[in-house]
């Protein structure tokens, strides 16, 4: 199977948004006195709450109806000028919750009201640390670039046979205004049948297996459904990260990437420097597939870049065949200068 891959963003972002109880801590840095502050649903007043979450519902129920014009009408007036990109992710996503009920879990207000812009009139990061029932926990909101304002973080899971998560980002342009879209994020909230707290829980099995390759790419995938939105950060995906780190092979335990590639080297003499090492439900089979990217001098034709493709399959699991037992498949994807990437996947039983 071929598809045409798009890049990959490595963690950053620049619009603006947890599963309950499961945020990660920030990353903190020695700064003044913030001034962000943080306001818990248990801390609000319940009018305030209840206009949150309503509004938080009424967004979740258009995009389930792939409701475009309602959507837009709620939306802060520079995406709404620019809908595309918002406008097909909800195509994209109210085939999924179809059959879904709607469920507000949390909802956060985050006021950065009193920032300033900086010197040159762009919009400076904003950082809030939000303490989660006066206990140890934290849930904590890194978002750069964001205009001064009035926003609320709100996530809504949609209950039923496939769950999924609609995490908002809110802005109230004044107290009196009603609150308006500022960015979208919506995720599967399983894979292969199974919730992030299954793969984190197989991941540690795997590792005390001595599987470390799949039970990294399992810490992986645990990640990437308890992480609502990249910007979001909590003390329990803290704690998940750092098992993560320690349970990483030693191959990868200074990371991946474009400058620093794990080299595999295949039966025939050639080497493939991979560049990412990721789970990927793209085909929603039985399990997840296991994704790669490989930096290439040049794609060539059709036929070679397949060909190489497949050839980086074998190559990866010849050097880690563990990965046949865990995973549906593998995609891999060339990434040459200048050109847009090639990927193809193959089910393990086709790669030999």
């Known amino acids: 199977m071929t598809r045409e891959a798009k890049p990959i963003r490595h963690r950053s972002h620049n619009k603006t948004v947890a599963a309950a109880a499961l945020f990660l801590m920030p990353f903190f840095a020695l700064r003044a006195a913030p001034a962000e502050t943080c306001t818990t649903q248990s801390q609000m007043q319940p009018a305030e709450r209840d206009t949150l ?3 938080a519902r009424s967004l979740a129920l258009k995009i389930q109806a792939a409701d475009l014009a309602g959507v837009r009408a709620n939306t802060i007036a520079e995406f709404a000028s620019s809908f595309d990109g918002i406008g097909n992710t ?11 009920t709607p469920v507000v879990e949390q909802v956060y ?5 009193a920032n300033k812009r900086n010197p040159d ?3 400076p990061d904003a950082q809030f640390d939000c303490t989660l029932n006066k206990s140890a926990a934290e849930a904590d909101f890194t978002i750069a670039s964001l205009p001064p304002g009035r926003y609320a973080f709100t996530l809504v899971r949609f209950t039923g046979e496939s769950p999924w998560l609609v995490s908002f980002l809110l802005r109230q342009q004044t107290p009196a205004s009603p609150w308006q879209l ?4 919506p995720k599967a909230a399983t894979v292969a049948g199974h919730d992030g707290l299954w793969y984190w829980t197989q991941a540690r099995s795997l590792s005390a297996a001595k599987q470390p390759w799949n039970a990294f790419l399992y810490f ?3 990640r990437q459904l308890l992480q609502p939105a990249p910007f979001v950060s909590s003390t329990h995906l803290e704690a998940l990260r750092t098992e993560t780190a320690s349970a990483a092979p030693p191959a990868l335990a200074n990371g991946i990437g474009p400058d620093n590639p794990l080299v595999i080297k295949a039966a025939d003499g050639a080497e493939y420097r991979f560049t990412s090492l990721y789970p990927d439900n793209t085909l929603d089979k039985e399990k997840p597939d296991v994704a790669a990217h490989i930096k290439v001098d040049s794609l060539g034709d059709a036929n070679t870049a397949r060909a190489r493709n497949l ?3 074998s190559a990866l699991l010849a050097a880690h065949p563990e990965l046949r037992t865990a995973f549906h498949g593998v995609w891999i994807f060339s990434d040459a200068p200048g050109q847009a990437p090639v990927a193809n996947e193959a089910a393990m039983n086709e790669i030999h």
């Open 182 to 185: 500022a960015g979208l994020y």
């Open 121 to 123: 009139g762009s919009s």
């Open 53 to 55: 979450a309503g509004a």
């Open 90 to 100: 909800i195509s994209s996503t109210a085939p999924h919750l179809k059959s879904g």
């Open 109 to 113: 207000l985050l006021d950065a009201s």
């Open 311 to 313: 050839a980086a399959m």
């Open 220 to 222: 992986g995938q645990a």
